[in-house]
């Protein structure tokens, strides 16, 4: 098992301990729902809400190492928790607070990575808001993978509703068009290649 999946089942392990909420998100994510690219750190939303943060960060820095000197006061600033594992690979905890991340918390579902690692993940769905909201270049080929992978099991209702939501907080109505347009795109070449073999 290679050292970021070693990572993961450690962090999980240590948070279904404590019954808390939390799912993988990111690169690990993106293994399960689009291309399997490599990953070299651990994402994770973890429920906090506001006001209990040092609930949650006081006993993960207790059991993983803080990968920055102010790791604690960093966390509650900035609300993301950046720690490692035992084998030393990095875990960015997202300390989650929104209605949006309670949602994601809410649709994850169990993952087979390996024989014997089971994790919680982010949905197909979830993921995309992400990262056509986080809206790097990276992070738009990620969607593209995700939807030529999983298209047409989408729910696009969900998909838009949560991604416009997000976007009207911070007047980003790009996000929501980028994505359309893409949509667009993908699903018209899916279909030239379905008219292709058909021929």
Do not use: H
């Amino acid at each position: 098992m290679n050292g970021v999946y070693v990572a993961a089942a450690e962090i999980s392990r240590f948070m279904r301990r404590r019954k808390w909420r939390y799912c993988i998100i990111g690169g690990m994510a993106l293994i399960r729902w689009g291309e399997r690219r490599a990953t070299e750190d651990v994402d994770i939303t973890l429920l906090t809400g506001l006001g209990n943060e040092t609930d949650f960060v006081d006993p993960l820095l207790r059991s993983f190492t803080g990968r920055i000197p102010d790791a604690r006061e960093f966390a509650l600033k900035n609300r993301v928790l950046l720690c490692q594992a035992s084998n030393n690979v990095g875990i960015d905890i997202a300390l989650g607070c929104l209605p949006f991340e309670n949602g994601v918390i809410d649709r994850a579902t169990p993952f087979k990575f390996a024989p014997k690692l089971i994790l919680n993940t982010a949905s197909a769905e979830d993921l995309i808001v992400m990262k056509a909201y986080a809206g790097r270049t990276r992070d738009w080929l990620d969607v593209a993978s995700v939807v030529q992978r999983q298209t047409p099991r989408l729910d696009w209702d969900l998909i838009l509703r949560e991604l416009r939501a997000l976007a009207e907080q911070t007047d980003d109505g790009d996000s929501v068009a980028q994505l359309m347009e893409m949509r667009r795109k993908i699903e018209l070449q899916l279909k030239s290649l379905e008219w292709n073999k058909e021929s």
